[in-house]
């Protein structure tokens, strides 16, 4: 009876490990089932933005960029789905498309669009850029939905959420106060004059360091938040270099002159020396010309002698 029992017992156990086993494959299976399979292809973020790259604000390592909108305008977005799974039948129909943060903040496409099997539909997406609904205190992630039924009337969906390894560029989302846009704008504006400009003048390499400290004070200033202050320093730096640069220039002017100055005092000088030169060439030519006349009338004395001499009659 013992056996009996014990043997039982492990038949149980079997048929519990058993049905244990099922549904758990049948709980992995369901939305394996059920999950569409578009392909959500890259995206694009149509202009509008103010900003499209790294910001130390949200990220000083410049790992990933961003695409900011100012708060209060239009943000828009293209997304592409592309439909090539053939076993849901030659077409089906994209029931809806959604786009939601991470905030929970949710903007759904609710549409009825037949795709063919091996065709891309594009879903335009437009909503305002708002602090009050997507905070501009951090960059926000967001997730792509869409909706699938097949010709059977089965619905089906997935996602996607963008990573590094399945899009790139990938950007996320922000939405910048006037400040934020100002303090970037300036940045750029500062890097545009500092870069490749490399002062001669002690003057302008001084003012030159003056607006590389302030450009420091400013991104410090930006990465604590402090918006209004790193526009302010971000401004005097400009100021500055726009000071050295006028400095330089002014001073490469002056130097440019005193040396065509220095030039032309040479030139008249060597131009005098050589008047001088001419003059007393010209001034021993003409001794010469008196030397060789004063011969000339010695020859013609001479020939007149004997001349003379020749035709005096003898005594």
Same mark, same amino acid.
């Given at each position: ?16 490990? &058993? ?9 992995? &299976? ?20 103010? =900003?499209?790259? =790294? ?5 000083? +390592?410049?790992?990933?960029?961003? !695409?900011?909108? &100012? @708060? ?10 592309? =439909? ?8 089906? @129909? ?19 669009? $037949?795709?063919?099997? =091996? ?16 905070? $501009? ?32 560029p990938y950007y996320k989302f922000v939405v910048y106060t006037q400040d934020q846009k100002d303090v970037m704008d300036s940045s750029r504006e500062y890097n545009a004059l500092v870069n490749g400009y490399y002062p001669n003048t002690v003057e302008a390499r001084l003012l030159k ?20 202050? +790193? ?9 500055? !270099?726009?000071?050295? !640069?006028? +400095? ?12 065509? @100055? ?7 000088? +060597? ?7 001419? &003059?007393?060439?010209q001034a021993v030519m003409n001794q010469g010309y008196g030397y060789v006349l004063l011969g000339l009338g010695g020859i013609l004395i001479g020939i007149g002698v004997i001349a003379y001499g020749m035709r005096k009659p003898k005594q």
């Amino acid at each position: 009876m013992l056996y009996l029992k014990g043997l039982n017992m492990r038949k149980i156990g079997k048929i519990s490990t &058993l049905l244990l086993t099922a549904l758990f494959a049948a709980v992995i &299976l369901v939305p394996m089932v059920n999950q569409a399979h578009a392909y959500v292809q890259q995206w694009t973020w149509l202009p509008g933005y103010v =900003y499209r790259g =790294y910001d130390p604000y949200y990220d000083p +390592s410049n790992n990933y960029p961003v !695409i900011a909108y &100012l @708060n209060g305008t239009t943000a828009n977005l293209k997304v592409p789905v592309y =439909y090539d799974v053939s076993w849901m039948g030659p077409s089906a @129909n994209i029931t809806a498309v959604s786009l939601v943060f991470d905030t929970g903040y949710n903007i759904t496409l609710s549409t009825v669009v $037949n795709a063919t099997l =091996y065709t891309t539909k594009y879903f335009d997406f437009s909503f305002t850029a708002d602090t009050n609904t997507l905070s $501009n205190l951090w960059a926000h992630t967001y997730t792509i939905y869409v909706d699938l039924q097949d010709n059977l009337g089965a619905k089906h969906d997935d996602y996607w959420q963008p990573t590094w390894n399945n899009y790139y560029p990938y950007y996320k989302f922000v939405v910048y106060t006037q400040d934020q846009k100002d303090v970037m704008d300036s940045s750029r504006e500062y890097n545009a004059l500092v870069n490749g400009y490399y002062p001669n003048t002690v003057e302008a390499r001084l003012l030159k360091q003056q607006a590389y400290s302030e450009a420091t004070v400013a991104e410090n200033s930006m990465q604590k938040g402090n918006f209004t202050e +790193s526009k302010a320093h971000y401004q005097q730096a400009i100021s500055l !270099i726009q000071q050295s !640069i006028d +400095s330089e220039g002014t001073r490469g002017g002056a130097i440019e002159d005193a040396q065509l @100055n220095a030039t032309l005092t040479d030139a008249s000088a +060597s131009m005098k020396q050589a008047d001088a030169a001419m &003059l007393q060439a010209q001034a021993v030519m003409n001794q010469g010309y008196g030397y060789v006349l004063l011969g000339l009338g010695g020859i013609l004395i001479g020939i007149g002698v004997i001349a003379y001499g020749m035709r005096k009659p003898k005594q």
